[in-house]
Nanobody, 118 residues
């Protein structure tokens, strides 16, 4: 499985941005795709995830209420829509995929940088 994250860039406070995670290769058997972020000098944290069938999106407290995760089945692409961006949302955003078992996030995209200016 290969994951290609894209859509990052420089935005201003309050702006919105949508990141994409395109999956390719042996995607049969995937269980979920997750979004994570790592800010400078901080540990990686979970943003949320969604089942491979496009159901049951989960959002962590870090960005809950400001993000929506969705999936385009035709394109095997998962999206992270972010609203009301703040400077503290500046981070490298990664997508990852896993099977149902084992439950570790086995496949990772290369990350896309989001910078929010004040």
């Amino acid at each position: 499985v290969q994951l290609q994250a894209s859509g990052g860039g420089l935005v201003q406070t309050g702006d919105y941005l949508t990141l994409s995670c395109a999956a390719s290769g042996r995607t049969v058997g995937l269980y979920a795709v997750g979004w994570f972020r790592q800010a400078p000098g901080k540990e990686r944290e979970t943003v949320g995830d969604i089942a491979w069938n496009g159901r049951n999106p989960y959002y962590s407290d870090s960005m809950k209420g400001r993000v929506t995760i969705s999936k385009d089945h035709a394109r095997d692409t998962v999206y992270l829509q972010m609203n009301g961006l703040q400077p503290e949302d500046t981070a490298v955003y990664y997508c990852a995929a896993r099977k149902n078992y084992p439950r570790d996030w086995r496949w990772w995209g290369q990350g896309t940088l989001v910078t929010v200016s004040s």
